[in-house]
């Protein structure tokens, strides 16, 4: 089979069809745009159908059931109307739950079935990341998408058939958790396939946006269906999942190989300066002779990957792998308990309903766009990635402390609180699962293969994944004993997550400071031999 039919057989459909209408092809820059737009989309996706278990825990537990005139947050009707408020509060005080989640071991049965979805998509993104740098990336993210997007709709459909058998929704969530984790390996591996390293924390703080959008969106789906049934708010979240899976079957090319695109995947300095003429020059539309070498790589059809054991060596895998276990464990017990915290906690004199505090918690994510942004900004700056993560968690410490003791004074302090809160819990958690997987995914030890991309991501974003876990779980039995308890335990691990990149940090500073000897040094010498910097780098 020849090249050009080879390429023809992997390029999306979507893609191939509206290559024939037009009748020619886009730049690379074009289609970068195309990868960023459709991952982003994609991720926001899972990260929404993640979102309706926190909005619904007070729904199925409803331990406080505490009815209180308040106005809708946070000015008129800009999330519920008043009328739909108080009715909806008259429901919420009349409902007895759902059982068996409104019994007096509720908040950790709720915790279990966290830990039942974390802990299956934990352990599965290790086979998922090596299947990723294996086999199609795209076909293995749209299975995963529609997966995820069917079971997360039937864990809904439990409202409309009745059940109240605990093993239902456990089990449907661990199939739910097996199918997430083909998302996250595969959508890094395919922005990292695509994108050389200059600005790439900057790129990906912008582009990991897409975890906080997911959040927001998905509370805000699964909190305005909520008046309809607790089951919409799975449903909803998981049809939009499956159309996106639908959209990145048609659309994304996983290689630049599968449309043409030669060597675009080395992150040699010729990839960051490829001009407009130089993309035109490699567009398929043209014609390229490729001679056939074992060092071109080939497209979807003819990927291997590193294994789990070998990846493990890359240097900075196993300390911001740890690291982002703590910052996890952190982070998804605010994106799990938030919510309920907040539908329990009396802020400004006032209880809210369970549709007013899963819009409010919108604002922590909203918090971490923008750490994501500004952690990826300022380790690009100082090329400094263990030094920005340690420092963001330690700032953490004090965020999270402020929120607990002085956000219940009232709506506008909370959600001040809140919003740095979430950017400094989030920022380092978005740094470490994008640009420093990407970086090591690329390390040097493999010599500019980008194969390793998925396995990487899988390695670290796994064993943060099974923080993630334990947070939830580990708050549905503290929770029972006071907030406060909680809070401490967060903190402590925002502070083991900043610890434990300490190697890492001092390896930063002790480089930069042999640079600056080094440069300074040199300096000296050209004055005193009156001779120029440019001279002597070129001898």
Known sequence: MSRDSNTRRRTPPGIFLIKSVRGKDWTLKSYRYIILLLTFIAYASYHASRKPSSIVKS?????????????PWPVGNVFIKEEEFVSFDRNRVESQGWYPFNQSDGTSKLGEIDVAFLACYSSGMYVAGHLGDTLDLRLFLTTGMIGSGIFVGLFGMGYFWNIHVFWFYLSMQMVAGLFQATGWPSVVAVVGNWFGKRKRGLIMGIWNAHTSVGNISGSLLAAAVLDYGWGWSFIVPGALIASAGVLVYLFLPAYPEDIGFCGVTDSSPNLESLSQAEED?????????????SGIKEGSGSRTGIGLFEACFIPGVIPFALC???????????????????SQTEIGGEYMSVKSAGNLSTLFDVGGIAGGILAGYISDKLNARATTAATFMLAAIPSMLLYRTYGSISRTINILLMVVAGLFVNGPYALITTAVSADLGTHSSLRGDSRALATVTAIIDGTGSVGAALGPLITGFLSSKGWDVVFIMLMVGALIASLLLSHLVIAEFTERSHKSVLSSHGQQTDEATGSQPLLRNQR
Request: proline fraction near 4%; charged fraction near 20%.
């Open 281 to 293: 020059r490699t567009q398929k539309g043209s014609v390229v002779k490729v001679e056939k070498s």
């Open 324 to 342: 982002l276990f703590f910052s996890k464990l952190v982070a998804y017990t605010f994106l799990y308990w938030l919510p309920f915290y907040l």
């Open 59 to 71: 729904v199925f537990y409803p331990e406080s059931l505490k009815n209180s005139k308040v106005n």
